[in-house]
Nanobody
Framework: QLQFVESGGGLVQPGGSLRLSCAAS????????VGWFRQAPGKEREGVSC????????DYADFVKGRFIISRDNAKNTVYLQMNSLEPEDTGAYYC?????????????????WGQGTQVTVSS
């Protein structure tokens, strides 16, 4: 199983920023696409953003376009999600997952292995 360790979550006021990190555990990210997902209490997990293995292709859900930026540093074996202009609706547990074919995919139904996630709470 390809798993990650997510970090960087926390409590932030509306309008604030956070940067989440997704560090690969025990494998190289070089050929792996990565998706970021989130799940709010009582709601289904939803895709937030994704990036292909080289970083040349990214995709965002409409509700984060223009606010979130996904990036990767293969040398550090880590993918990042810079979250700006945070809103209370962004509150939830954020997860990343590996796409073993190296593609950009943010459909949570295509992923079966999840880490512990990192909690993001946007509140005043």
């Amino acid at each position: 199983q390809l798993q990650f360790v997510e970090s960087g979550g926390g409590l932030v006021q509306p309008g604030g920023s956070l940067r989440l990190s997704c560090a690969a555990s025990g494998f190289s990210l070089e050929d792996i696409g990565v998706g970021w997902f989130r799940q709010a209490p009582g709601k289904e997990r939803e895709g937030v953003s994704c990036i292909n293995h080289s970083g040349s292709i990214t995709d965002y859900a409409d509700f984060v376009k223009g606010r979130f930026i996904i990036s990767r540093d293969n040398a550090k074996n880590t993918v990042y999600l810079q979250m700006n202009s945070l809103e209370p609706e962004d509150t939830g547990a954020y997860y990343c997952a590996a796409e073993s074919h190296g593609l950009c995919n943010r459909d949570p139904n295509d992923f079966g292995s999840w880490g512990q996630g990192t909690q993001v709470t946007v509140s005043s």
